[in-house]
């Protein structure tokens, strides 16, 4: 028995000290995402006293008119973004996806992945000098470039997915469509786009997420009153902050946790 | 031979929002940084090298000819480098043990393990750095349990210090060290882990001899994935370092702001990008040199 239990200790997977480390690791990563999400209930002003189970903070965030204004702008800049790179990207993944190298490739994948490779506050800048000499050249101030600047960078991240599930394809299915008289865009129509389609729901969703996280590109692209929830907080949170904050930024995480959840089932499937 | 037109045709929209809203900027910026600054902001259409000169160097106000080491800027350059290494270093501390205690779950626990450490990747890194805000404020949860334990009777001053900079960028950048080198773990090969022990190797030894060697590529993949943003960050350091304790982010974003110094900033921006392209390369450099080495 003794031996049998010593046995059992010795497993080639334990490093010591390694089990403690991680668990500690997960507390720190979480701990402060559930602090903030419980004094979201406070019913009292403090972040750090606990006074009692409320909803006000929450009532308070859906009554003020700038939160509700600069969410709204957000989801819909998320929405327009995401769709806008989602189609670009799913032809640039069909462009670029099973068929063999061409010249230029390269650059085409330099370009496509450049916005992952420089510093937001680089390109946030950049798009700052570019956007302010257009301005004063045709006097636009529209979304326009907001929507432009999130498309751009939402572009790989739409990109990846897409590709991955491209490859996944078997060439023999399309063979299979021409053998059977299907021209080449009933063939696309009928078999490549409908197993495309997780991938690019995929691109969607992540780029829906990197549009609505998206802090520096906004702040330095936007014009007056043109704030996204992410500028908003940045903003706000210079000052002293109530538990209003909490509130929003619950409901926030809440919004991305489902996306992401959807998105690791539809990326999980994919795989079997 | 068939043409290539078709593919291009296809990438072509892409191609197009790309070089408007991400390339082309940058071009600018390269022009701008030899331009003399506006008044307001902006930029004169006059040829200047003044900015690159004020990266590094500053002039006496009264005698121009006097020139010095700009020290602030220079104290910035080392404390977003000395700031970025340290996150780097803390998270392959934190990032190697978590990845290994993921790696060794059984296989369907490990999903939910690994999303886990996905969750915070995906979570927006203002809220990240906020609730890192909530927790080492003045009046903020720690302090709150320390004086309420009795421990301390005024609070910590923990914000607005590189520190607090240091803590916040460990904290959002995390993920990003953890999930390649679960990945190399996941391909590790194990019976190489039960061979050394059967030769009685100690687990330093196995750790040092015939894990970390595998693991190598996931860790430089780790350390470049943690150091280029943290060389870039702009959101953490201005939440928790505040003015004091500016990074090259900072700096930057200060000379479209206040400085209005628009040419000194596409200065400091095309240095910071030199510094990232700096890290893949050495990054690039590396993974051929160990492929190289395993083929040999």
């Known amino acids: 028995m003794g031996c049998a239990v010593a046995k059992a200790r010795f497993s080639i997977n334990r490093l010591p000290g390694f089990g403690l480390i991680a668990v500690a690791t997960f507390v720190m990563l979480y701990l402060p995402i559930i602090i903030l999400v419980v004094f979201s209930f406070n019913a009292g002003v403090s972040q750090s006293h606990w006074d009692g189970f409320s909803l006000r903070w929450y009532q308070a965030a859906f009554n003020n008119s700038q939160v509700r204004d600069v969410s709204l702008r ?16 799913t032809l640039a993944a069909l462009g670029t996806t099973r068929v063999g190298r061409f010249p230029g490739q390269t650059m085409i994948y330099a370009l496509i992945n450049q916005p992952l490779m420089v510093p937001e506050i680089v390109t946030g800048i950049a798009l700052l000098i570019f956007v302010a000499a257009i301005k004063v050249q045709t006097g636009y101030t529209g979304m326009g470039y907001l929507v432009a600047a999130h498309t751009a960078f939402c572009i790989p991240f739409a990109y990846l997915p897409i590709r991955a599930r491209l490859e996944t394809l078997d060439h023999a299915l399309e063979a299979a469509a021409a053998d059977l008289y299907a ?3 009933q063939a696309f129509r009928y078999i490549t786009l409908p197993l495309m389609v997780p991938g690019i729901l995929a691109g969607f969703m992540l780029g829906f997420v990197i549009s609505l996280d998206t802090v520096v590109i906004t702040e330095f692209v936007k014009s007056a009153g043109q704030d996204t929830l992410p500028t908003y907080m940045l903003g706000q949170l210079r000052r002293a902050v109530t538990p209003e904050m909490n509130a929003i930024a619950t409901l926030f995480l809440a919004l991305s946790l489902m996306i992401v959840t959807a998105f690791f089932f539809i990326t999980r499937t994919r795989g079997r | 031979m068939r043409g290539h037109g078709w593919k291009w045709l296809l990438c072509t929209p892409a191609l197009i929002v790309l070089v408007l809203a991400a390339s082309g900027p940058l071009l600018i910026v390269a022009v701008y940084s030899f331009l003399s600054p506006g008044n307001m902001g902006g930029v004169v259409w006059e040829f200047s090298l003044e900015a690159w000169f004020r990266v590094f160097f500053r002039r006496d106000i009264f005698e121009p000819d006097q020139v010095a080491w700009n020290t602030a800027h220079l104290q910035v350059f080392w404390r977003s480098i000395w700031l970025s290494l340290q996150t780097t ?3 392959a501390f934190l990032g190697f043990p978590t990845a290994w205690f993921i790696a060794t779950r ?21 809220i990240r750095t906020f609730a890192i805000q909530e927790m080492i404020r003045n009046n903020g949860t720690i302090n709150a349990v320390l004086i309420w334990t009795g ?12 520190f607090a900079v240091l803590l916040g960028m460990a904290y959002v950048f995390l993920p990003l060290m953890v999930l390649p080198l679960y990945a190399a773990m996941e391909k ?6 039960e061979a050394g022990y059967d030769l009685y190797a100690s687990r ?12 190598k590529p996931g860790f430089i993949a780790g350390s470049i994935l943690v150091f280029i943003p943290a060389i870039g960050a702009y959101v953490t350091p201005r939440i928790l370092g505040g003015g004091r304790t500016m990074m090259l982010g900072n700096l930057i974003a200060l000379q479209f702001g206040q400085g209005r110094n628009w040419p000194l900033g596409a200065a400091l921006a095309l240095l910071m990008l030199v510094m990232v392209v700096g890290a893949l390369i050495f990054y690039l450099r590396v993974v051929g040199r160990s492929d190289g080495v395993r083929r040999g």
């Open chain 2, 204 to 215: 330093l030894n196995v750790l040092w001899h015939i894990i970390l060697p595998q693991v």
């Open chain 2, 106 to 126: 059984p296989r369907h626990t490990r999903t939910i393990w690994l999303f886990l450490i996905t969750i915070p990747f995906w979570t927006n890194l203002l």
């Open chain 2, 151 to 162: 421990v301390i009777d005024s609070p910590i001053q923990m914000m607005f210090s590189e």
């Open chain 2, 89 to 91: 270093f803390i998270c």
């Open chain 1, 74 to 89: 957000s989801l819909w800049l998320a929405v327009t973004a995401a769709s806008f790179a989602t189609i670009l990207a």
């Open chain 1, 183 to 185: 021209s080449p865009i």
């Open chain 2, 188 to 193: 590790m090969d194990f019976s190489l882990v």
